[in-house]
């Protein structure tokens, strides 16, 4: 099958994932969750108060109505105002995405580097002493808790050392290093840990292989098998892995985001559930499933270019 | 005389494991000679693997290491060189295929590419033409149609004999002086297994080289070796052509190897048609008996092969049979 035929056919299927992911998100914000004017007015309400409110954020249009209007938010991404601040949503969103990305993007690409190198190392030298040593630093790693590294971070490197700042944000660089550099490192400090342990038993599962044992006995050396052969197969199970975290970027990292005071879409989100700004955590929320689906479609590509195998399936 | 590529000196090869060390060849001597095929047979976990394995040095370490021996490749003792130049033989002058063509191969890289990795390791002056040429030259010589189209094929688009036949291909890239083939048709249908042990026989005689083909199976011994080498718990019990062996075994385990071979003609078998075969099952390396390790299925033992402490050695009853046995059969 051709490699075209195969990618606009993946692109199709998002079309009815996307109605489904709709329909859930509909269900859970108009038929399972308490009515919103009752918590935006409080329990002294009277009815004609909360039919005008109902009036005016539009709850009393019919179900087919709001269904489709969430649709249409998951292409055309114009989500509405919030309840409580009356912005744009889509503005806000703009306005957090820098100021989250700038933490969990640096974080995530020098995480993913440390990770497939020092996992690549630990297998070439697999069963030494080396690789158990660094098993070992990553279960203590991945054993203490992150709030744990948010507070020494915080009381030992910002405040005691002055290294970096203890919280808050400016907007542009290079005024938001000192800011997001602590939150970065944290961040790198937690996923190193089971990325390591991930990427060297998917490494080490292919080590054992048939194919590993025709290469040697072609005469090849173990770096070209690891590298050439060995990472090329580890590939498809690490793409998985990568690319699945990357929406989570661009939704912000709520703890630290949270502790770090940094104004990005996970502090967004946060604000708006405890102000019952219900458009503004269906926007994440719809968001959020669009960032995944597509993200999904982009790991099955990515797939066909590594693995031969999956365009005949 | 041919020329004598490989000498085997007193192997032993030993595998750590949780309950200690086992010893998987313990003292295996043979020697191969240009154009020569040696089968080595045996059943499973009698060290014929192990032995051809560690002619490639590819025995994994650890568990595994060669404890002891000498292994001269054209003179030269393959167990002292380093690393580095032992590469340079693998694949270029000693080449091995393997039991199981459907996973021998790289899933994700073309079979062209697999192929012109050898090239590009041992004949460095091939030009990237000369590789694809002469890859393309190696499918059309193993017999694989339409060889230009199947060269950019992946492993996965081909069926298991043809992935052997790749594999013999790619064995045979730089003209190796030896091929060790471990069990080369075991996974195949009998028709393709006939196939590809006409191939190889063919492309013995066309390139010269030797080959120790190792197998459970007597009926491709018949059909393909000169040399047979029989294996049981890591020594070799009996060797000789294959002519004597067929004929005259003298071991008791190579005879009770040659009645369990299912035959057409009933009459044959002595039991109302049923199939002889050796009682018990292969001691587990971790307890071997003392003395002789085939004594307690034996049908000819004796009391004194019982009581005797040290394992029977090989031991020249004709020229050119070596059968190790305190009672060896007479003919």
Redesign the interface.
Known sequence: MNIYVYVLRRILYVIPVLLGVCLIIFVLFNLVSPDPTLMLLGKHANLKQMQELRHELGLDRSYVVQYLDIVKSAFTFDFGRSWSTKQEIIEMIKNGAIPSLTVTFPAFLIALIISLVVSLFVAFYR?HFLDRAAVLVCVAMMSIPSLAYILFGQKILAYDLGFFEISGYEHGFPAFVPYVALPCIIWIVLSIGPDVRFYRTVILDEVY???V?????????EKVILFK?IL??AMIPIITWVVIQIPFLILGALLLESFFGIPGLGGITLNAINSTDFPVVRAMTVLSAVAYIIFSVITDVLYTL????VR?K | MNEKLLEVKDLVVQFRTDRGKVTAVNGVNFELYRGQTLGIVGESGSGKSVTALSVMRLIPNPPGEIARGEIFFRGQNLLHLPLDEMRRIRGNKIAMIFQEPMTSLNPVFTVGNQIEEVFALHQQEYSKAERRNQGIELLKMVGIPSPERRYLEYPHQMSGGMRQRVMIAMSLACRPDILIADEPSTALDVTIQAQILELMKKLQSDLGMAIIMITHDLGVVAETCDQVAVMYCGQMVEKANIKTVFSRPRHPYTKGLLESIPSYDSTKNKEKGRLPTIEGMVPSLFDLPTGCSFQDRCNFVTEDCRGRKGMPQLENLALGHEVSCFNPIVV
């Open positions: 069963g292989m048939d194919y044992r025709t290469a040697r006995a072609k005469g090849l050396n052969h090329k197969n590594v693995d031969p195998r005949l």
